[in-house]
């Protein structure tokens, strides 16, 4: 069965530190593999995803991620975090058939940002 | 491209009432969508997935006659909340899914606030 790990439930980090959230799935194959970020009380906004290629994807608001088979995990990485980078991250991962499978997320890593 | 919009973002309605919330996919035919719920600080929860022109298929725990949910056409997924209780308040946040040959990939909608008082 597909599943999702995020190991840490609440990360704090200083502004212009570093930031990395771990994510580790278990997939029979090679999956498909998203993140995601909520701010409070609004919807989920896709930041990238890894479907084939070079397994360090960039997405948006200067975040990437680097997708490692050997390791089952999908960490999200940002050089330099901003006090708007404060959220909710979800990993979540889909099978690569065409049927109706859902994603699996984990259970999420709440960021705060202090300055 | 890709845009899923729900409706309404917020409601509030008396314990007793029947709430209806839409998931429309906006410029793309959606044979599949999919119905969440998020508690407070938790993640998304699937409820059930729902597919074009027949029953939607609910995950273990959740319930048929208090959640239904209707997917009539490829663009709208219904999903009404029956006799609403203050512990349905909750986050529903719905997904569609591009039709099959493409990535496994889903477009979500910004969710829908319930509130039973």
């Known amino acids: 069965a597909q599943s999702v790990t995020q190991p840490d439930i609440h990360i704090t980090v200083s502004e212009g530190a570093s930031l990395e959230l771990r994510c580790n799935y278990s997939?029979?194959?090679?999956?498909?593999l998203f993140w995601y970020v909520q701010s409070p009380g609004q919807g989920l906004q896709l930041l990238l995803k890894y479907f084939s290629g070079d397994t360090l994807v960039q997405g948006i608001k200067g975040f990437e991620a680097e997708f490692k088979r050997s390791q089952s995990s999908f960490n999200l990485r940002k050089p330099s975090v901003h006090w708007s980078d404060a959220a909710e991250y979800f990993c979540?991962?889909?099978?690569?058939?065409?049927?109706?499978?859902?994603?699996?997320f984990g259970k999420g890593t709440r960021l705060s940002v202090i300055a | 491209g890709a845009v899923v919009s729900q409706h309404p973002s917020w409601v509030i309605c008396k314990s007793g009432t029947s709430v209806k919330i839409e998931c429309r996919s906006l410029?793309?035919?959606?044979?599949?969508m999919f119905w969440y719920r998020q508690f407070p600080k938790q993640s998304l929860m699937l409820m059930a997935t729902s597919n074009e022109g027949s029953k939607a298929t609910y995950e273990q725990g959740v319930e048929k006659d208090k959640f239904l949910i209707n997917h009539a056409s490829l663009t709208l997924s219904t999903l009404t909340v029956t006799s609403a209780h203050p512990e349905d308040s909750s986050f529903y946040i719905c997904?569609?899914?591009?039709?099959?040959?493409?990535?496994?990939?889903?477009?979500f909608g910004p969710g829908t606030r319930l509130t039973v008082l």
């Open positions: 410029d793309f035919q959606a044979t599949t």
């Open positions: 997904s569609a899914r591009r039709p099959a040959g493409g990535p496994n990939e889903q477009f």
């Open positions: 997939y029979g194959a090679t999956p498909y």
């Open positions: 979540a991962v889909g099978g690569r058939n065409s049927g109706n499978t859902p994603l699996v």
